[in-house]
């Protein structure tokens, strides 16, 4: 048995299931295109209004990954039934809302169910018009490029649940983590970026990967480039890692290459799952620095060019 998972064609529907984008786009009328998109977590702080705004900066970085503007969101709450007391969930609620509005989005409602184990995300609505869709597939040969947050969430959150890595450091990347997208993905707008995406559950090389799908092209990636959150190297060094850089790193075996030079720790916080991480830009070299100098004075200090487009090698991405 063969299933239709679109279940039906419509020509409107610009973004839909096929390839990798981060969200779909129905194109309303010829000036504007709704963008959907819905994502929830489960907690990696303690501070429950911290852990609602990270949840809402997640959700709403898909809308930013594709150059829109978020307009609505909907609450997504999968609360226990016991042993969490309500103003918890009002926390949690609060922080979402808190990072919705700094959005200029509004929380239009949403829905409730039981679940034993907390999850807390927005199922979120954009305009974009439908001639300005930044995809993730447009790099093209001769573009570098850009990520606007350092990486290594994942990896601290598995060294902190093994009691090896003081809390505080997870804490300082989930609130660098909870800053929206938004000025980012205006600057890479301005600038005329050729293609974006956020880094989230697949890892900076997870995500690359999807972004070079439909190129016959190389990414070089200069791993001594990318940062890192405060601890994660170390973190890596001891061997934690989330069950999802493993998954990761086995799905991308085909296409992926490091140099001898690449330790075994920047190998696994390549693929380190992220949440509310920043975006990967593909942009013109000669349009990179302007696009640099924009995210840096915003709301974006580490951004910095880690790689390049190439003329296709022997492999889909080159680790050096
Ligand atoms: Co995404
Ligand atoms: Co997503």
């Known amino acids: 048995m063969v299933f239709d998972l679109q279940a039906g064609s419509d020509e409107n529907l610009i973004v839909g299931f096929e ?40 959700a709403l970085s898909d809308i930013y990954a594709m150059g829109a503007k978020p307009i609505t969101a909907l609450n997504l709450c999968n609360f226990p039934a016991e042993g969490i007391p309500n103003s918890i969930f009002k926390e949690i609620l609060a922080g979402g809302a808190q990072k919705v509005l700094e959005a200029g989005a509004v929380v239009a409602g949403g829905h409730t169910i039981k679940d034993n184990e907390l999850k807390y995300g927005l199922s979120v609505s954009g305009i974009i018009h439908p001639d ?18 350092p990486i290594g969430t994942g990896t601290l959150f598995n060294g902190v649940k093994k ?37 989230t559950g697949f890892g900076l090389l997870g995500h690359l990967s999807e972004m070079l799908s439909s190129l016959n092209l190389t990414a070089e990636i200069t791993s001594s480039d990318i940062p890192y959150f405060e601890k994660a190297f170390e973190a890596a060094e001891k061997g934690f890692k989330p069950g999802m850089s493993k998954s990761n790193m086995h799905s991308l075996q085909s296409i992926l290459k490091f140099e001898p030079s690449v330790s075994e720790a920047d190998k696994w916080l390549l693929v380190d799952p992220q949440t509310s991480g920043g975006l990967m830009i593909f942009i013109e070299e000669e349009k990179a620095d302007a696009l640099l100098n924009d995210l840096i004075s915003g709301d974006s200090p580490e951004a910095t060019i880690i790689g390049k487009l190439t003329e296709q090698i022997d492999t889909k991405i080159l680790v050096k």
């Open 19 to 58: 390839g990798y984008e981060d969200a779909a786009v129905y194109r309303l009328s010829d000036e504007m295109a709704l963008v959907q998109t819905a994502d929830y977590i489960t907690p990696m702080t303690d501070d429950p209004y911290l852990f609602g705004q990270l949840a809402a900066a997640n």
């Open 132 to 149: 300005k869709i930044v995809l993730n597939s447009g790099g093209k040969v001769g573009d570098v490029l850009i990520l606007t947050k």
């Open 163 to 199: 009691g090896e890595i003081d809390s505080q450091f997870l804490d300082a990347a989930v609130k660098r983590n909870s800053v929206l997208n938004k000025s980012a993905s205006e600057a890479m707008i301005q600038h005329g970026a050729n293609a974006c995406t956020d880094v």
